[in-house]
């Protein structure tokens, strides 16, 4: 084997030079100084202040950097650049900062018990150490159970009727699903208190807790299902009736199987709506302090109403509990939609 | 070298027709006189909505031949082909008249159980289509799960149709890996496996082999070769040289602004070497289309 050429060094030719690199620098550098030495000499103050003139001097820095080596065209690219990056940073900055809050103070409620005992024993006020919040997980779980048990069925039909059958009423229904995903909370829990306990059970439980979740929860999964059943192809559908399947055999043995990953994020994507709803708790059920695994009877506690009553109370201690409550509650759904982007990304199987 | 003739063995073992599986699902056994009289098309017209797609087309598909539908696109072909096995009522909007007799009974009489239409007329689409969420070996017998019909030897069934399909030295080490896991060419010949497994008395292929390579190709012409002796097939192509390799029959279709009808049909030699229609001989020769 000859070999008639000199194998090159592979390169980036696309890549920043090292000059443009150290320009870029620079100018950050520069807006650095430019924030500081106006604030100092002008009337503006406070950390907004640096903040604003930090990045209106980068867009105009580097808007000068393209006019000047490139063209107007140019220039106009790189303001804008700037100002992207400034949404980007208005809109991560408050998220961080109301996880760091939360993961600080809670991290100050966290104890030995606080997963293993309920509050039957104590109150909010007492020492951050006795008590725990057993009682409001367990309730939690499930209030979440017995929704989503309701909830799934009834949204993966309503889906499977607007993508599959298709029949008349696809336009009505897919408008009333829309509708209903936008109907607050302390709707649904007063529906759910006027239409139910006033008339029916007469009394608070989990389970008319449930039923108010329920109403939230079916839009939520209808709508994230329908989605994921229209990225189905129809040559799938139609390659199953082909083979001699009826229809809902096609769409048992084919179409769900294929859409398996995107139903299972619509499951979760559900439950995350619903976890942390605290108006529907508030009025339905009863908020016990006790440990109750029993949904239809007694009062049920739940993280939210964990939370919520704690900060009621107001002293040093009760508050945080509330921030320990919050942090669980946080990490609960964090660790939902983690596990929905990672069950949502796999291939099937 | 000793496992290369066992399975030159095999492979001849399986070509005969009588093992145990080819009695599949539907009792009938291939190679036997169980082909029927074959597939009629009586004045068949199509519409999409208002769209009339296709006119008064009549054609005989005679038991155990190859059919070839040639003409330019948006004829009307893939309509005809799919008012064959009833599947052009998945479309929503659609309509038809006229008569399509399988063994002299017509499939659209009102009381007929299309699923048991469509399970003895299969179909090949032109974009292979495996069914994602399941293995290869899945998809060979998936016919018969759709159907909820009865195999006793499943393995023996789906090595058949493999073998037959072509596909099987190169996947019988992978049964259990997925569909989409296999080039367009296997997929394809995945899918028909699949739509053998069934065991149908006439096949439809639209197009079968547009979307794949000239190797793929060869082999699946092979494939339909070997079908014929056991089956009808209606095949739609676009390549000249295809229709008159596989085909016994060709007819031709085109739509002169108006909808598509049938100009000509003949045996295969004769549209391409004496076509009737002036129109015909200037498609085949590739004069316009
Ligand atoms: N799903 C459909 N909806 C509406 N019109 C269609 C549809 N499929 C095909 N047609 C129309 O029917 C005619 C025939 O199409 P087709 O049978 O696909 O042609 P070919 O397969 O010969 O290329 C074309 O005019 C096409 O626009
Ligand atoms: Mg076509």
């Known amino acids: 084997m000859t070999q008639s050429y000199v194998i090159p060094k592979p390169s980036r030719p696309w890549r920043p030079s090292p000059r443009e690199k150290g320009l870029n620098i620079g100018l950050l550098l520069a807006s650095v100084v430019t924030s500081y030495a106006l604030v100092a000499l002008t009337e503006m103050k406070g950390k907004l202040a640096y903040f604003f003139v930090f990045f209106a ?36 900055l408050p998220t961080a900062s109301i996880l760091y809050t939360v993961f600080d103070r809670g991290r100050k409620g966290l104890h030995a018990g606080l997963l293993t005992n309920d509050m039957a024993l104590a109150t909010p006020s007492d020492p951050i150490t006795s008590g ?29 009727y607007l993508t599959e059958i298709k029949g008349r009423f696809t336009r009505p229904i897919r408008f009333l699903v829309q509708a209903m995903s936008g109907v607050p909370s ?29 109403i939230l929860m079916i839009p939520t999964i209808a709508r994230t299902a329908e989605e994921v059943l229209n990225l189905i192809p129809n040559d799938l559908r139609e390659a199953g009736v082909a083979l001699g399947g009826t229809q809902w055999r096609t769409v048992a043995m084919v179409v769900i199987p294929a859409a398996r990953s995107g139903l299972i994020t619509a499951l979760i994507l559900g439950v995350a709506r619903i976890v942390g709803e605290t108006a529907p708790m508030l009025l339905l059920t009863g908020g016990g302090d006790a440990v109750n695994i029993n949904p239809t009877q007694g009062a049920m506690g739940s993280l939210p109403f964990y939370i919520w009553k704690s900060f009621l109370l107001g002293t040093e201690e009760s508050i945080t509990r509330g921030w320990a409550g919050l942090l669980v509650l946080l990490v609960l759904v964090l660790s939902l939609f983690l596990m929905a982007r990672f069950l949502g990304s796999r291939r099937t199987k | 070298m000793s496992f290369q003739s066992k399975n030159d063995n095999k492979e ?67 309509t005809f082909i799919r008012t064959l096995n009833r599947m052009h009522e998945f479309i929503p909007g659609a309509a038809m008249a006229g008569k399509v007799l399988l063994d002299g009974k017509d499939i659209y009489e009102p009381g007929t159980d299309v699923t048991k239409i469509r399970l003895k007329i299969g179909m090949v689409f032109q974009k292979p289509n495996p069914f994602p969420s399941m293995t290869i070996g899945e998809n060979v017998l998936s016919g018969l799960k759709l159907a909820q019909l009865k195999n006793a030897n499943k393995d023996d069934l789906m090595e058949e149709c493999l073998v037959r399909a072509g596909l099987w030295n190169e996947v019988k080490d992978r ?30 292929m639209d ?32 390549n000249m040289q295809q229709a008159a390799r596989v085909s016994d029959f060709t007819a031709f279709f085109l739509a002169d602004g108006g909808p598509g009808e049938m100009i000509e049909t003949a045996a295969t030699s004769q549209i391409f070497s004496q076509p009737r229609d002036k129109r015909t001989e200037n498609y085949v020769t590739g004069r316009f289309g």
């Not at chain 2, 036997?32 to 087309?57: C, D, M, P, Q």
């Not at chain 2, 979307?211 to 082999?219: C, M, V």
């Open chain 1, 57 to 92: 001097a980068l867009a105009l820095f580097n808007m000068a950097r393209g006019l000047i080596t490139k063209d107007w065209m140019n220039g106009r690219d790189q303001f804008f650049s700037v100002i992207m990056l400034l949404g980007m940073t208005i809109v991560i």
């Open chain 2, 12 to 78: 001849k073992a399986m070509a005969t027709p009588s093992s145990l599986a080819s009695v599949a699902a539907n009792g009938r056994k291939p190679g036997t006189s169980t082909l029927g009289i074959g597939l009629e098309a009586r004045g068949v017209h199509a519409w999409f909505g208002k769209h009339h797609a296709l006119a008064n087309v009549s054609l005989d598909f005679p038991a155990g031949t190859v059919t070839a539908l040639i003409g330019p696109s948006g004829c009307g072909k893939s």
């Open chain 2, 175 to 204: 049964l259990n890996a997925h569909g989409g896991s296999l080039s367009g060419g296997q997929q394809q010949r995945l899918c028909i496996a699949r739509a053998l497994a069934v065991n149908p008395q006439v096949l439809l």
């Open chain 1, 132 to 160: 725990g919040l057993l009682h409001a997980i367990v309730g939690t779980f499930l209030l979440v159970a017995v929704a989503l048990i309701v909830s799934l069925p009834i949204g993966i039909l309503t889906a499977l």
């Open chain 2, 207 to 238: 197009e079968p082999c547009s979307a794949l390579d000239p190797g793929s190709t060869l082999r699946i012409e092979e494939t339909i070769k070997e079908l014929s002796e056991t089956m009808t097939i209606v095949i739609v192509t676009h």
């Open chain 1, 186 to 214: 302390i709707v649904a829990g007063l529906f759910i208190l006027s239409s139910v306990v006033y008339t029916v059970t007469k009394s608070y439980s989990g389970l008319v807790g449930s039923l108010a979740l329920t």
